[in-house]
Every structure is written in C-alpha cells, then in structure tokens.
C-alpha cells in the first residue's frame, strides 16, 4: 500500500487530492491518504466556513473553480464539476453570481462539496482520512519514507508527502518588534501582528478606542469591515451615495501605509468567464530571444515588453472610449497582425489612429499618488484622499474593459504565467530579482490589479466622511510614544497629523520567512536538513523554500531534492513567484491545476516524469 499525507487543508491542499482522486479512478494499487489540517480539513484557516461573511474574496466567482474540469453529463466528480459560480447559483437559485465577490466562508463550503465528490468518487483501494491536527514533525526513515508527528504525539508513516501549508507566522522583528515589546509593558495597550483578520483579536478592542492600522491593503479591508459592520453598524443608501450609521461600538480607525491611499478597486467585470488573454508583445520566447541566454534583469529584459502589453491594452480601450468598438477593433487587429518582435509597432499604430497625446501608464504615479507632496492640513489632505478615491471608483465603476486605467492594471493578472516562466527558479539575476521583482514590481502589481470589489472603497469613503476612519497621511509612521505611555501614529507630509492611540493592527500578511517560521513544522524541516532557504546567487535570501522544477521537492541542506516531499503555493514565493492564488480559471485545467496534477502524478507513479503543456495564458 502507498501511503500518502497532504499536510494543510486549503485549496492548494485540495487541489492535489483532486487529483489524486481523478487519477485513481484508473488504478487498482492500495492507496491510503491522510489529509490533515489544524482548523478545519477540506477548507483550511483562510476559507474555514465559521468565519463572518464580511470577509470578502477579492476575485469574481465566476474566474474560479476547485475541480479540474468542467461539468459534463456525469455528477459532479474529480476532473469534472461545477465553477464556484455555478455551485454557487444552484446554492442559491434565482440569479447568477458569476460576477460576485463571494464570503470566504461560501468558497470554504464548495471546497467542502468537492471534498464530499471526492469521497464517494475514490476506488474501493483507496482509504482517505481527515484528520483535523497539526504536524509538528517529520522525520525521514531508513526506509525512504517519513514519521509525521502531530501535536498531541500520534504517529503518522507515509511514503510521500505534500506540504501546503499556506501563509506562516514569522516571529516578529525591527520596528514590530519594539511595538510589541512596548504593548507587553503597557497594561493598557494592545499590539495584533499581520494575520488573517479572521484570527486576530479583534475582539479585545474596546468601544471608541482608538486604532492605528498599518497597511491599507487587502487585509485593511477585512479589518475595518470588522470594526465596524462587524460591531454593528450598518450602509445604508444608494451605491453611489453610501452612508454609514454607527452603532456606538465601533473604535476609531487611524490608517496609514506608505502611499497613504487604500488599495484600488479592481474594475467592474465585464470580461465572460472563459476570457484568455493572449499576448502580443510580452511572450517567453520574445523575451529570451531579446535577452539570450543566462538569467534576466527584470527592468531590462522583462518590464518593456510588459509594459507594451499594458500599453496595447491601455490604447485600444482609449480607442473605443472615443470612437466606439470598432475603431479599437481595428486597431487590435492591426497591432496582433504586426511584427510583435518590434515595441515601436505600438508607437507607429498608435500614431495612424490619432493617438499622439497620451503617455503610457506609470505605476510609480498610480501606486504612490501622493509621492513628493506636502499638505497644509489634515484637511486638505482628506479633501485630496476623498477626491481620489471618487475618482478611483468612477473608473472602477466603468469596467475592466471600457475604463482605459482598469482595462490596463487587469491585464497584468494576465501576464503572471509569462512572468513565472521567465522568472521562477532563479531566473533573474540576485539584485534584479531582488530590487527589480521583490521590491519593485510585485508590490505595484498587487496593489493595482489585485485590489477589493467596490464595495469595499465605497464603504471606505463612507467612513472617512462618518468620521470613523481617518486616513493619516503618505509615509505613515507607528512609534512608541514613552512620554504618554502609548502609541504615535503620524506623517511627515501632513501637518498635524500625528494621533495617539491605544492599539496599533498590523493589518499586511506577513512574508514568506523560513528561517523566521514559527511553525514547529517548518522550524524542524529545517532542522534536520530537508529543506532549505532559496538563496538566489547565493547573495539574495528570499525568505521562501528552494524548490525544484516540476514536481516541485524542496531542495534540502545537501543540495538534493528530497524526493518523497513537494511544496506547493505560499512557502515556495521567491523560488516561484504569485503563489498566493486560489484555483483560477473556470475551465479548471490552470497552471494552479497542472501544479496539482504533476505532484499527484509523480506520487501515484514516481517513476514517471510529468511532461507538462504549453501553458495558456488566461484571467
């Protein structure tokens, strides 16, 4: 009998099982699966389905799927199953959801449904086990195979395992640290680090406190939903004139980050839910014939052409916003028939169809709008951050295909998997990879194309003018204030700007740090060698797990795969880049799907190397 463990319960957790599942239905060797997550098996921490339905996804419904194939004249079953959205419209008959952000706890309970498909799916040879554990240890045996250890001291032997645990908890360090260090010798203060807002303690804040936030990006979001509809209070109005109605229980919110805007709202959708985007200029192999060979530097070789792509997509909806559909259509059909190896054929195009006053996007400008400015008050700055925002949600509102900023930051969404191609697996040089991806363009990408629904900057807006939350000001700092015993939220570029309060939220999701992992897990893989840091030319420390090219086994302290072990998603960021993605693509079969398939492969048949396909580029 084949013994395997699936260490983590989320989606990348059920993913592999699908899998497995789907290729089973093929084979008669035994087969004994342990899935084991410490909060809730099927679902996992993020998704778990007791959460508050405040917590919002930030992709629609209709870009996401947990089977492997779409729905045919069969049940529902391993490869073939149901898109979130049509399980959520026969959940909940009456209208279509396909353009909805959905509760977390709703994603939770489809990953359900398919785990209970997956139970009555498997063959008669196959036994599954959901344990609801942690895994503090794993220990490799003489016989190849590996001693999971749980928290309460049972013993687990698999041949294989997979680990997808999900985000870590690093210990805290640098500023955060003093923070914490200066709530634990203040009774009356409170210090929560970066977390899912789900589990922080959210609780222990008292009526009318006052909060500082640090971050206004996903997670802000889900904070301040908790604060205050999660306290009571209600929106109320139209849309466009949303209200907010205090409940008195509510504290006061002091945010900042370093832009000092809250994260954009992604567009309206108006792409169908099988839309591919297909690039012209931004290709791996326009890229490498560009670069030669060797690893890349990110500003050099990758961010033209993408910035091209971005470009392409920026005019074409120019185009149509001033001279309808036809004329972009025209012009996409010219740009896509031209000579994609030449990035002036876009300037060339352009310039034939009257395009000769509009620069191309800057993403310093649209993800540091108040760069380089100085406020004469408090109130001139919220008269500047409320004017933004409207404008912001009025582009929003316009769509991801007519407004031309929207249409333009969504296809970066787009463009992940060329960029994994070229990027993964030390790709870029170490300072590239560093300054150039790390540092600059992954936080910029994110911040414009992975933003909240709508509602969330609507709500947002309705705040600020309840005077609930208050935005403080670009280059936020988070001190401790010894003088007055608490903590200092301010900003250099807004006079005035500098509030106590008595509880400071760390409300970003901590980075991968392997070597700063609290996990008993994490923290004994290490120690005994089976896996290590990605240390990218031996000079940049990425903080991720090195892992191999497909099927992914860690790379442990001797400099070999460990080749009974994979690690998928979240612990190998840096070694791969964008892994924190739920199963995108309606029609199941993704690069998050094939990640899944070439694990369970390799696990039902070790022997047999995956041979991976031509990857289409989608939403």
């Known amino acids: 009998m084949t013994r395997i463990g699936i260490i983590g319960g989320g989606p990348r957790a059920m993913s592999v099982l699908e899998r497995l599942a789907a290729r089973m239905t093929a084979t008669i060797e035994p087969v004994e699966i342990y899935l084991i997550d410490s909060v809730q098996v099927g679902c996992g921490r993020v998704w778990r389905t007791d959460q508050p339905d405040w917590f919002l996804m930030n992709t629609v419904a209709g870009e996401i799927t947990a089977f492997s194939g779409p729905p045919d004249s069969g049940p529902p079953r391993p ?11 026969l959940a909940d008959p009456g209208r279509t959801h396909a353009n909805d952000y959905a509760p977390r706890s ?16 498997l063959p008669p040879s196959a036994l599954l086990h959901g344990l609801t554990a ?36 690093p210990r805290l360090a640098g500023p ?18 970066g977390d899912s807002a789900a589990d922080m303690p959210l609780s ?34 139209a849309p466009r004139n949303l209200r907010y109605s205090a409940s008195g229980r509510e504290p006061l919110l002091y945010a900042g980050s370093r832009s000092g805007f809250p994260q954009p709202s992604r567009g309206r959708n108006q792409k169908p839910a099988a839309f591919q985007y297909q690039p012209v200029f931004f290709t791996e192999a326009l890229v490498r014939r560009d670069a030669g060979t060797g690893q890349l530097d990110f500003h050099r070789h990758l961010l033209p052409r993408l910035m091209a792509e971005v470009d392409f997509v920026h005019l074409a909806a120019i185009l149509r916003e001033r001279f309808g559909p036809a004329r972009a259509d025209e012009f996409t059909a010219r740009i896509r028939a031209a000579d994609g190896t030449r990035l002036s054929v876009l300037t060339e195009c352009a310039a034939e169809f009257g395009l000769t006053d509009r620069a191309g996007l800057d993403f310093d400008a649209l993800a540091l709008p108040f760069a380089h400015r100085a406020f004469t008050s408090q109130a001139a700055f919220e008269r ?63 911040f414009l194309a992975a933003g909240p629904p709508l509602i969330r900057l609507r709500q947002t807006t309705a705040l600020i003018r309840a005077g609930i939350l208050r935005v403080v000001g670009p280059r936020t700092r988070y001190t401790a204030d010894a003088a007055t015993g608490t903590f200092r939220v301010s900003s250099p ?43 990218n030319g031996g000079t940049f420390h990425t903080g991720g797990i090195e892992v191999t090219r497909s099927p992914f086994h860690p790379v442990g302290v001797n400099g070999q795969p460990e080749r009974g072990l994979y690690v998928l998603g979240i612990p190998a960021e840096h070694s791969r880049y964008f892994t924190q993605v739920v199963a995108t693509g309606p029609t199941g079969w993704s690069e998050f799907m094939r990640d899944a398939d070439d694990v369970a492969r390799h696990m039902l048949r070790p022997a047999e190397q995956p041979k991976r396909q031509p990857l289409t580029i989608g939403t």
């Open 384 to 446: 500047e951050l409320v004017s933004a925002l409207d404008a912001d949600l009025s582009e929003a509102e316009r769509g991801n295909v007519d407004s031309p900023v929207k249409a333009a930051l969504d296809v970066l969404r787009s463009l992940r998997g060329v960029i994994r191609e070229l990027t993964d697996f030390g790709g870029l040089e170490p300072e590239s990879h560093r300054s150039g991806l790390v540092g600059w363009y992954a936080p910029r990408s994110a």
């Open 176 to 193: 955060l640290l003093e923070l914490q260090r200066f709530a634990d010798t203040h009774a009356d203060l409170l210090f929560i680090p």
């Open 79 to 89: 490869g073939a199953g149901p898109s979130f959205a049509q399980w959520w419209d």
């Open 134 to 169: 942690r895994v503090d240890d794993l220990h490799k045996e003489a016989d190849g195979g590996y001693r999971l250890t749980l928290h309460d001291g049972a013993e687990i032997h698999v041949d294989q395992a997979a680990i997808v645990t999900g985000h870590g908890h």
């Open 493 to 535: 570029h807004v006079p005035g700007a500098s509030e106590t309060v008595d509880t400071i939220i760390d409300a970003r999701i901590p980075p991968p740090e392997i070597t700063a992992d609290t996990s008993p897990l994490s923290r004994m893989l290490l120690r005994r060698g089976l896996w290590r840091e990605f240390v």
């Open 204 to 237: 222990d804040i008292a009526p009318r406190g006052k909060v500082g936030v640090i971050g206004m990006g996903l997670t802000f979001y889900d904070v301040v939903a908790a604060l205050t509809v999660g306290r009571g209070g209600t929106f109320h109005g």
């Open 106 to 121: 709703l994603y939770g309970r489809y990953l359900l449904f398919l785990l209970a498909r997956i139970e009555e799916a």
